[in-house]
């Protein structure tokens, strides 16, 4: 990459140095990261603009910390559906604590490709061998993590505790059940879109 092209690439005209230029643009993608519902079209397509700004402020030659360790991701091998959220929200918020803390892009990039790697198991979990009706999904919208809390626990109190369980009890008139089933409608799109994606 040329100085120019990273000038435009940062907008220095805009800051007194390559940093600042580099610090702002890089704050708004971590936000986008740590708010928005993890997809890996939206999140690939950030990425790529996270790579441009480190091989633009590379030219400039700063130099950033080393990348810390990252913890291996938990890929849900569990059947219960309550262990599977608690954990998946559990590393979820560690990871996007740690991607809202670091200012370093190499290990932003890692941190989001494990975020994406996590939402992804956790999406092929819920994929469960059911006909949902999908009219009321919105695949860019996560549900209140307290409200779907809720809504396991009345079904693990009636004795519905694993996916399979969660597949043979959907025809139950419940509001914990349909928020179970909207969940497991939203992630097996989402998997299932994410495949298609993946493959072309």
Request: hydrophobic fraction near 45%; include cysteine; proline fraction near 2%.
């Given at each position: 990459?040329?100085?120019?092209?990273?000038?435009?690439?940062?907008?220095?005209?805009?800051?007194e140095?390559?940093?600042?230029?580099?610090?702002?643009?890089?704050?708004?993608?971590?936000?986008?990261?740590?708010?928005?519902?993890?997809?890996?079209?939206?999140?690939?397509?950030?990425?790529?603009?996270?790579?441009?700004?480190?091989?633009?402020?590379?030219?400039?030659?700063?130099?950033?910390?080393?990348?810390?360790?990252?913890?291996?991701?938990?890929?849900?091998?569990?059947?219960?559906?309550?262990?599977?959220?608690?954990?998946?929200q559990?590393?979820k918020?560690?990871?996007?604590?740690?991607?809202?803390?670091?200012?370093?892009?190499?290990?932003?990039?890692?941190?989001?490709?494990?975020?994406?790697?996590?939402?992804?198991?956790?999406?092929?979990?819920?994929?469960?061998?059911?006909?949902?009706?999908?009219?009321?999904?919105?695949?860019?919208?996560?549900?209140?993590?307290?409200?779907?809390?809720?809504?396991?626990?009345a079904?693990?109190?009636?004795?519905?505790?694993?996916?399979?369980?969660?597949?043979?009890?959907?025809?139950?008139?419940?509001?914990?059940?349909?928020?179970?089933?909207?969940?497991?409608?939203?992630?097996?799109?989402?998997?299932?879109?994410?495949?298609?994606?993946?493959?072309?």
């Amino acid at each position: 990459m040329t100085l120019a092209e990273a000038k435009i690439i940062l907008g220095i005209d805009s800051y007194e140095d390559a940093f600042d230029a580099f610090e702002e643009q890089l704050f708004a993608l971590k936000q986008f990261f740590v708010a928005k519902p993890i997809l890996q079209t939206t999140f690939r397509a950030k990425l790529k603009k996270l790579i441009q700004l480190q091989n633009a402020v590379a030219v400039f030659e700063i130099d950033f910390k080393q990348p810390l360790s990252i913890v291996e991701i938990n890929t849900f091998n569990d059947t219960n559906f309550s262990t599977v959220f608690e954990q998946f929200q559990l590393a979820k918020n560690n990871l996007k604590l740690a991607i809202n803390s670091s200012n370093n892009p190499i290990e932003i990039n890692e941190l989001v490709e494990r975020l994406i790697e996590l939402a992804t198991n956790y999406y092929r979990c819920w994929k469960i061998n059911a006909t949902f009706d999908t009219s009321a999904v919105i695949l860019s919208k996560e549900p209140d993590p307290m409200e779907l809390l809720a809504a396991i626990h009345a079904a693990n109190s009636s004795g519905i505790n694993t996916f399979e369980e969660l597949a043979e009890n959907l025809n139950q008139q419940n509001e914990a059940i349909s928020i179970l089933q909207l969940e497991a409608a939203r992630c097996s799109m989402i998997y299932e879109k994410e495949k298609g994606w993946m493959k072309s």
